[in-house]
Structures are given as C-alpha cells and as structure tokens.
C-alpha cells in the first residue's frame, strides 16, 4: 500500500520513532518512485513501436535517472538510424560508456552507413564496436579498407573463400578485395574455383575478370541445363574452358553424385594437374555435405585426397576431416588438419583428433605426441574434448571443484554494476526476453573480460535463487578459477528428474543433461518449430506418447513440469529402445530424429561412438550430442553417480540392422 504525505502528519510519538517511522515512510516512496520510474520502460517501448517521438521525448526526461534511461534516446536514435550523424552515435556512447544498447547502436551505425557505401561517416564510431557479430565485424572491416587500412585484408581471407551462405557485408568485404594487390594470383585462383564449384555464377564471372578471364552467363546457364552433356565434349584449351569444366562438374555433383563420381576421372584428362585437384576438390566436397541426401560414401574421401596440393579453404578442411574420421581414414585426417589454418588447428576438436589419428601410427614419435596432446587437453578444461582426452589418459573425473560462493563484497558489487542492474530491473518488469537477455550476456561479457569471478557467481547466485536457470548458467559457464556447479549445472525439479526418468528405465544424469541442453530450465521454452517445455517436446510427440501412455493429450500439459519430465523421459526411453539402447544414438534421435540417426550408423562395421558423432552431418545435431554428453558426466558427479569417464556412456555404435 502507498503511504501518503498527510499519513506522515498522523504520527504524534516521540522524536526517535518519528525519525525512524519517517525514515521508512520515506525509503519506501524512493523505492516505490523508482519502481515507477522502471515500469514507464514498457510504456516507452510501446511508444517506440508506434513510432510516437513526442512521447518517447517525456520518457526520456522522466527516466533520465532510472537503471533504464537510456533506453528512450536508443529508441530514438535507432528509429533514424539512416540519417544519423556519427556525432550523435559517439555522443551517446560517450555518455554511457561500455553499454550493450550504446554497442549496439554503434555496430548497427557502421552496418547501416556501409550499406550507403558512406564510409567515412561510419569511421568515427568504430572504436565503440567492440563485440561485433560476424556481419558488423565484415562491416567494419569494409569501413577500415575502405578509409585507409588495406591490410585489413589479410584478417579476413576466411570471407575471401566463403562459398556458404554468409551476411552481406561479408559478400561485399570480399568484393572489394578483388581489387586487392594482396590478393595473388594464387589466391584468386582458389577463390575461382571455390565460387564455380558452388555455381556462384556471377561472383565467379567477378572473380575470373581480375584474372584477365572472360567467362559468359550465357555459357554457364547452358552447362547448368546439362552438365553431363558439356562434360563429355568439353573442350580443354585455356583458363576459361577449365572453369567451365569445374562449373560443370559442381552442377552434375549437385543434382546426381554418383554420375559426377563415374564422370570425374575422364573429365580431369588432358587438364593441368591444378584443375585436375579442383575436380576432384569439387565432387569430394559437394559429396561431403550432401550426406543427408546421398549418405556416407567412403569414395568422396578418396576424391578430397586426390585434391590434396592446391590449398585448401576452411570450409573446405572441416568437410574433409570429418569424412576422415567417418572412415578411420587416419593419414588423410592428418593431411586435413595440416591443411587448416592455425587457428583452426588450435581448436580443441582438432587437436584431440590429431592425437587420435597421431596414436593409431606405429611409430613412437607419433604415439608421444598424441599423449603430449591428450595431457594438454585434459588439463584445459572439463567440455567434450577434453573429457576425452581424459579418457584415453586413463584418468577419470573424481570429483567437482569445490562450490564456491561469493563473497559479501560480491554482492555488494552486484547491486553497484549498472550492467547487471539494467538486467534484473527488465527482468522484474516483465520486458521482452530480447532486452533482458542482452543486457545480461552483456554485463556477464563485462566480467568475464576482467577476469571478475566474483561478480558472476554472484550474478549466478542472485539469478539462481529467483530460478532464472538459463542465465545463471550463462554467467557461472564463464568463471575462470573459482567455479560453482551448483548454478552451472542446475538441478531444479529434482525429485521429478530422477523419479521420471527411473520409472522410465533412463539415466537421471542423462535426462538433466539432455534437459539442459534443450531449454536451460526455461518452463515456458518455445522453439521455432513449436517444441516446447523443459525438454523441447514436440506436439505430434506429445501426442504419440500420450497415447502409449493410455492418457488423453492435453497441449497445455506441457508448460506443466511434471508432464513435460515425464513424457520427456519417456519418449528418450523409447527412442533408446529403438536405436540399439546406444544413448549416443537416442540423444542423436532426440535431436534430429530416430530415423535420421539410424541412418547415419555404419553400414558396414561397427565404429566408435566420438567417430560417429564428429561425422554427424547437421551441425546443430553434433554440437548437441557433444554437449549432452558432457552435461551428463558433470550430473553424473552432482547425483552422486562416483567417478565418471565420457566413454562409459558413448558405448561403440553398432552396425544399421538392414531393413
């Protein structure tokens, strides 16, 4: 209840207790005063919407000292983003620096200015970009080439031969470093022949004239219309036939592999040695992603190695290194990862992959480097990769590191940090998730990049008790040295958790870490293809499990965590049952699909379980199997499971049964 002024009057006791009654009266106007303040950022965001300048104009004077002030003025400022001037956008981000919406507005600036080809507009408010997207950075790094710094060009050569789908900017930084004289002959040569293989006509007729090679869409649309036919009569007499050759055999690979395999070797005949590789380049690499339609198949490994001695791209080497390890082809595996660039080399993926393909060669060199490697990695961190190393060092996970729990002074800190005050204040007013979420990683990333592990676990504290799962993991993931797994692997509905998934003959610590994986704990998740609740269940499976389970469907059920816990269970015990009781196959089947994960099981022999899951073709699916799998090992630990290794729950994957 609001207490009034005229209620102050009332009291007629002795000084003290007037004192400390007016001192409450008047803390409790100032809470109230500035609760009010916050809740008016709806309002405004409502009148931005409406696009209603004059009132956002009263809001930005009545909220100019709220946590969310500045919202009003971003609002503004972004509605007319076009027609800003750098000044504007520098001012704002001077008045509140190191601020998630001042960053924003600053990258959206520079994406915006760069789309007006108004380079030196955007070049100002660079300095405020500091955690840029893939699109901004590309963006930035067309305005810095563009106002004086053609070494940029250099940093960017992943952009130069990206031939998947990629932001604008990207396309854009890459066409003007066509007209680089960084850029040698070798490098537009690959850049050619990537485009052509990818039937990137025009970025390709691009490309071939700053080689001083003409190439005519005319010709290209008709070798599109039938390339088996252009392949078998193609003259081979200069640069521009060979590109038409290399055209030919993306589109034959594209639309028939199997005809595009048959076709290759006579195709390369009476061709340069380079244009030979970029044959095969093209059938091995147009084989390697379309594996969901045309399944593995071990001869696109062999046509990736007969490309081997033209460089390759990025892009390129993850495709070929993963059908190496699909086929236990360990020298090509190898030779792929030579080929990477450093930094990918680097990556925990691929360093544990050259120590498997290193221990599987005789010699004893090779079998120290990969326990040099393993040591390495088992050192580093408790994710995926380096619980495997662990594994093949014979060490197991005994125990968590101690919970530690901020300190007081953390706290005290927490209530200080305008970035996690912005944050709790949207959450508590209900505003979009949108907001809210940004300015939490943002005020997380703050912390993180001074090394405050204070600060998160207290940010993890505060977001754990309210049962806000999914940030206080975001926060706690992110601590360096002093680590609490309490709020990086949250147990809520604990008894449910373990009681569901028992009845249902599955492992808790593998339905917590599945769950996890799926939703953070968020009860009301939603996904873009409408699964919903803590484990991400899809209506038509609802359904299906319902009636298994002899009940009457409800849809509304599901936002109800002991219905979701338990249909959510019971669906992974029966796509278990389906998939060989091979967990790494049901988590697969959970994500993609029972029949999807089927097929990608060996045809031929069994094979290890971390080989199968490198050579998942859907990106999203193998970064999910990783994850659930390593969230399993630390719940194992958390529900007192004892010691864990992560091979104990990949067993090997069995041969697919035939049908």
């Known amino acids: 209840m609001w207490v009034g002024r005229h209620q102050v009057l009332k009291y007629t006791i002795s000084n003290n207790k007037t004192v400390r009654i007016l001192g409450s009266i008047a803390l409790l106007a100032s809470v109230q005063a500035c609760y009010a303040q916050e809740e008016q950022f709806n309002d405004a965001l409502r009148a931005a919407n409406s696009g209603n300048s004059a009132m956002l104009d009263q809001y930005q004077a009545s909220m100019q000292n709220d946590a969310l002030g ?18 504007a956008i520098t001012s704002f981000a001077q008045r509140y620096p190191s601020s998630a919406m001042a960053e924003k507005l600053a990258a959206d600036f520079v994406e915006e200015k760069v789309k007006q080809a108004d380079f030196s507009n955007a070049q100002p408010v660079l300095p405020y970009v500091t955690n840029p997207d893939k699109a901004e950075s590309c963006a930035v790094a067309q305005v810095r080439a563009k106002t004086g710094d053609p070494l940029v060009y250099a940093e960017y050569k992943d952009v130069w031969l990206t031939t998947n789908a990629q932001p604008e900017s990207c396309n854009g ?13 070798q490098d537009r040569e690959q850049r050619l022949y990537s485009q052509l293989r990818a039937g990137q006509s025009g970025q390709a007729i691009a490309t071939a004239q700053t080689m001083g090679v003409n190439l005519a869409l005319s010709q290209l649309n008709q070798i599109q219309a039938n390339p088996v036919s252009y392949i078998w009569s193609a003259p081979k007499n200069n640069v521009s036939d060979y590109a038409y050759l290399v055209y030919a055999m993306g589109r034959l690979a594209d639309s028939d592999l199997n005809t595009a395999m048959q076709s290759v070797a006579n195709a390369a005949q009476g061709t ?24 593995f198949n071990r001869q696109v490994l062999q046509y990736f190695d007969a490309s081997y001695g033209v460089p390759f791209s990025s892009e390129e080497t993850e495709v070929y290194a993963r059908q190496a390890v699909r086929f236990g082809a360990w020298e090509s595996l190898i030779r792929a990862i030579n080929s990477m660039s450093v930094t990918q080399q680097n990556e925990d993926r691929w360093q544990y992959w050259l120590a498997r393909a290193s ?15 393993y040591k390495k990695l088992a050192m580093s961190g408790n994710d995926y990769h380096n619980l495997l190393a662990r594994d093949h060092l014979g060490q197991r996970l005994n ?8 300190s007081s002074s953390d706290l005290q800190r927490l209530d200080q940090d305008i970035h996690f005050r912005r944050a709790f204040t949207l959450r508590n007013i209900n505003a979009p998730a949108n907001y809210t ?14 090394h405050d592990d204070g600060l998160l676990l207290a940010a993890a504290k505060r977001a754990t008790d309210m049962g ?16 609490n797994y309490a709020y990086r692997y949250a147990t809520p509905h604990q008894a449910m958790v373990v009681n569901h998934s028992r009845n249902a003959g599955v492992d808790p610590a593998w339905a917590y870490g599945l769950m996890r994986q799926e939703s953070r704990f968020v009860t009301a998740a939603r996904s873009h293809v409408g699964a919903g609740g803590l484990m991400q269940i899809m209506p038509d499976t609802a359904k299906h499990v319902a009636r298994q389970m002899g009940e009457t469907y409800n849809p509304a059920a599901l936002s109800d965590p002991n219905t979701n816990i338990r249909y959510g269970t019971y669906y992974l015990s029966m796509i278990q049952g389906q998939l060989s009781n091979n967990p790494v196959l049901a988590t697969a089947g959970y994500n993609a699909g029972p029949n ?3 097929r990608w099981q060996p045809d031929s022999q069994s094979m290890a379980a971390d080989q199968y899951t490198e050579s998942i073709p859907l990106n999203e699916t193998r970064d999910y199997v990783k994850n659930v799998m390593t969230n399993a090992v630390h719940y194992g630990l958390l529900l007192g499971q004892g010691p864990q290794q992560i091979e104990s729950r990949m067993p090997v994957i069995p041969m697919r049964l035939s049908q």
């Open 173 to 185: 930084l890459g066409r003007l470093m066509l007209s680089s004289p960084l850029m040698t002959s």
């Open 468 to 483: 806000w799962y999914d940030r206080a993991i975001y926060a706690a993931d992110r601590t360096e040295k002093k680590h």
């Open 70 to 87: 500045y919202y009003p003025e971003y609002w503004k400022l972004n509605s007319r983003l076009a027609f800003q001037s750098p000044t």
């Open 399 to 406: 125990n968590l590191p101690n919970n530690e729990q901020p």
């Open 359 to 373: 221990e599987k060669r005789g010699d004893n060199s090779s079998k120290k480097t990969a326990q040099e490697i």
């Open 272 to 295: 340069p040695e380079n244009v030979q590789k970029y044959l095969y380049r093209t059938v091995g690499y147009i084989g390697g992603t379309t594996v969901m339609k045309n399944n």
């Open 437 to 450: 979420n940004r300015e939490w990683n943002w005020a997380v990333r703050q912390a993180y990049l001074k």
């Open 596 to 598: 999807r994960a089927k």
